[in-house]
């Protein structure tokens, strides 16, 4: 997993112990790793506070969420996230022919997320790889 770096952090969500947009990046089609360095770079970008157009970054929600959601895309890939205090906490990644199914997916974990912050049932921890990945689990 490559680096997120830039004054906004970014942290990726671990659930059961295993960090879902990893999981995607690793079991992505051979034919389009280079679009998940480009999902990097567009969050590096944003890291940086750097402007993009709506067609590679925009916010996600539907009607008026209490969590912000956001969508980083490339032609075939997608990643999304939410927003947190001063960044970004990526969800998962998915693709362009799976985009309803990875929609329904992210919110679903999202919403798991947000209810596990509720009962203060997260921990963190420090990686070398991204400032800080989430973990929970959450009873299914």
Do not use: W
């Amino acid at each position: 997993m490559e680096a997120v770096v830039g004054k906004q952090s970014f942290e990726m969500l671990v659930k059961d112990g295993v960090c879902l947009f990893e999981d995607f990046e690793n079991n992505v089609e051979a034919l389009y790793k280079g679009e998940v360095a480009s999902l990097y770079a567009l969050m590096n970008d944003v890291a940086n506070l750097k402007s993009l157009p709506v067609t590679k970054f925009h916010p996600y929600n539907k009607g008026d969420a209490a969590v912000r959601e956001f969508e980083f895309k490339t032609k075939h890939l997608r990643a999304y996230a939410i927003e947190k205090p001063g960044g970004k906490i990526v969800i998962i990644g998915g693709t362009k022919a799976n985009q309803k199914k990875d929609e329904a997916t992210f919110r679903k974990y999202k919403n798991q997320y947000v209810e596990s912050l509720k009962s203060n049932y997260y921990d963190t921890r420090k990686t070398t790889q991204v400032s800080r990945i989430l973990d929970y689990t959450h009873p299914e």
